[in-house]
């Protein structure tokens, strides 16, 4: 019996012994420090907008994923991009919407609208589409998007394609054509106030030949053949607000970016990514307002399908904690913005406060300089700058005690120090007149 007890106790041992370990190396699995999954991204030129964009999402991952991480891979544009990532060279990548893809290609989301620009030199005397005939006119590559939505628009407009004297070529390159003056107008499509675009206006602008944004009439008939655009405007002041570039709103084209992955990415990865681009999407608009762009994949239309960890994301299949304690969350805020706005609160009253202490000051400061300007003899202006002596004293002290605010002393000294200089001279003047009077 005892034997048989100390058997069945031995079992139970045993068991407890495995259950510890399982429950422990479950835990371990669960917590073990693995190394994060690195997603590379094709974003196009460096310094774009998608770029810009992409880097803040990718410092805003590297502090708030354990598991994802960014690379931002440079490109010369969406075409390259989309090979990318259907050769599974890139995890990821910003592609225009009007750029055909690999059927293994899945969307994430809208990260961007990029706007057809046919811009021409001023003297060139091109105000219209019509006006490009006669006119050299410089294209981006074949086969990207800025090439074949002008063929587009010149088949709608029927364009005398063979009066205009078109080349192909590079963007940059074809701005700096354009800056030799060796072409009249430029057509590409990039996103609104890129840096390369501004850099060239400026140059233009400072050698006082501008730059005419030609409008984009029927954008909304064009649609129906390229239903991967929009109609857009390109708001006046754009470019440049004295003078407005372009000089009024311009109608033309929008085709949105999508961000779009492989199929084969991780869904877990993917989601991970899509959750910290949304639920911190007012982090990363105070970083750069291109976040502000940020959208999910359009559902109308045609369309890309929708990734399985973004769409896992956008279904809400798994809430996050921001979701599951949304009600205590917003308490809190609620709280915290209640005490927020007291401190604040507090805080323009000290100012205000501050505020009208140097005023006092300055008036005092100008009574002095009123008396000191007025003053006929040795006697007056003496007293003028013992007064002046003893304020500046006084504003020290309540300088020191934080009655005054860093700018308020700041200014008072440089009046003080002015008033001062006045009266010295003032000083050195009635003495130089008392002298000549001695003399007499």
């Given at each position: 019996?005892?034997?048989?007890?100390?058997?069945?106790?031995?079992?139970?041992?045993?068991?407890?012994?495995?259950?510890?370990?399982?429950?422990?190396?479950?835990?371990?699995?669960?917590?073990?420090?693995?190394?994060?999954?690195?997603?590379?991204?094709?974003?196009?030129?460096?310094?774009?907008?998608?770029?810009?964009?992409?880097?803040?999402?990718?410092?805003?991952?590297?502090?708030?994923?354990?598991?994802?991480?960014?690379?931002?891979?440079?490109?010369?544009?969406?075409?390259?991009?989309?090979?990318?990532?259907?050769?599974?060279?890139?995890?990821?990548?910003?592609?225009q919407a009007d750029i055909m893809t690999?059927?293994?290609?899945?969307?994430?989301?809208?990260?961007?609208?990029?706007?057809?620009?046919?811009?021409?030199?001023?003297?060139?005397?091109?105000?219209?589409?019509?006006?490009?005939?006669?006119?050299?006119?410089?294209?981006?590559?074949?086969?990207?998007?800025?090439?074949?939505?002008?063929?587009?628009?010149?088949?709608?407009?029927?364009?005398?394609?063979?009066?205009?004297?078109?080349?192909?070529?590079?963007?940059?390159?074809?701005?700096?054509?354009?800056?030799?003056?060796?072409?009249?107008?430029?057509?590409?499509?990039?996103?609104?106030?890129?840096?390369?675009?501004?850099?060239?206006?400026?140059?233009?602008?400072?050698?006082?030949?501008?730059?005419?944004?030609?409008?984009?009439?029927?954008?909304?008939?064009?649609?129906?053949?390229?239903?991967?655009?929009?109609?857009?405007?390109?708001?006046?002041?754009?470019?440049?607000?004295?003078?407005?570039?372009?000089?009024?709103?311009?109608?033309?084209?929008?085709?949105?970016?999508?961000?779009?992955?492989?199929?084969?990415?991780?869904?877990?990865?993917?989601?991970?990514?899509?959750?910290?681009?949304?639920?911190?999407?007012l982090r990363l608009a105070f970083r750069?307002?291109?976040?502000?762009?940020?959208?999910?994949?359009?559902?109308?239309?045609?369309?890309?399908?929708?990734?399985?960890?973004?769409?896992?994301?956008?279904?809400?299949?798994?809430?996050?904690?921001?979701?599951?304690?949304?009600?205590?969350?917003?308490?809190?805020?609620?709280?915290?913005?209640?005490?927020?706005?007291?401190?604040?609160?507090?805080?323009?009253?000290?100012?205000?406060?501050?505020?009208?202490?140097?005023?006092?000051?300055?008036?005092?400061?100008?009574?002095?300089?009123?008396?000191?300007?007025?003053?006929?003899?040795?006697?007056?202006?003496?007293?003028?700058?013992?007064?002046?002596?003893?304020?500046?004293?006084?504003?020290?002290?309540?300088?020191?005690?934080?009655?005054?605010?860093?700018?308020?002393?700041?200014?008072?000294?440089?009046?003080?120090?002015?008033?001062?200089?006045?009266?010295?001279?003032?000083?050195?003047?009635?003495?130089?007149?008392?002298?000549?009077?001695?003399?007499?």
């Amino acid at each position: 019996m005892v034997r048989r007890s100390a058997v069945i106790v031995g079992v139970y041992a045993v068991i407890g012994f495995l259950a510890v370990a399982a429950a422990l190396a479950s835990g371990w699995y669960a917590f073990r420090d693995t190394p994060p999954t690195v997603l590379s991204v094709a974003v196009g030129g460096k310094g774009g907008n998608v770029d810009q964009l992409m880097g803040e999402v990718r410092d805003l991952v590297a502090t708030q994923s354990k598991t994802i991480r960014l690379e931002i891979v440079h490109t010369d544009g969406s075409a390259t991009n989309a090979r990318l990532v259907a050769e599974g060279k890139a995890a990821l990548a910003s592609v225009q919407a009007d750029i055909m893809t690999a059927p293994t290609v899945r969307a994430v989301a809208v990260v961007a609208r990029e706007h057809f620009q046919l811009i021409a030199r001023r003297s060139s005397g091109i105000r219209s589409l019509r006006d490009l005939a006669g006119k050299r006119l410089a294209l981006p590559p074949e086969g990207t998007s800025g090439n074949q939505n002008f063929f587009a628009l010149a088949q709608h407009h029927d364009l005398p394609l063979a009066e205009i004297k078109i080349s192909a070529g590079p963007v940059n390159d074809n701005f700096a054509a354009l800056e030799r003056g060796e072409i009249d107008a430029i057509a590409f499509v990039r996103a609104l106030r890129d840096p390369a675009t501004v850099e060239v206006m400026r140059r233009l602008q400072q050698r006082g030949d501008g730059l005419f944004f030609v409008p984009v009439e029927q954008a909304s008939a064009i649609r129906l053949v390229k239903p991967y655009v929009s109609e857009s405007v390109i708001s006046q002041g754009t470019y440049q607000g004295y003078p407005p570039v372009p000089e009024q709103d311009t109608p033309t084209l929008a085709i949105g970016i999508n961000l779009v992955a492989s199929a084969k990415v991780p869904d877990a990865a993917v989601e991970e990514l899509t959750r910290i681009m949304f639920d911190e999407q007012l982090r990363l608009a105070f970083r750069t307002p291109l976040a502000a762009g940020l959208a999910r994949p359009a559902q109308n239309g045609p369309s890309l399908a929708i990734h399985a960890g973004a769409k896992a994301y956008y279904d809400g299949a798994r809430p996050f904690l921001l979701v599951r304690y949304r009600d205590e969350i917003t308490f809190m805020v609620s709280m915290l913005t209640i005490a927020y706005s007291g401190v604040m609160m507090l805080r323009l009253q000290i100012r205000n406060r501050r505020k009208v202490r140097v005023s006092a000051y300055n008036d005092k400061l100008i009574e002095i300089a009123s008396r000191a300007q007025e003053a006929d003899d040795l006697l007056t202006l003496h007293k003028c700058r013992a007064d002046l002596n003893q304020l500046i004293q006084r504003v020290m002290k309540d300088f020191s005690e934080e009655r005054i605010s860093d700018q308020g002393f700041h200014v008072f000294s440089l009046s003080w120090e002015a008033v001062r200089a006045s009266i010295a001279e003032a000083i050195g003047e009635a003495r130089s007149l008392e002298q000549v009077r001695r003399a007499a």
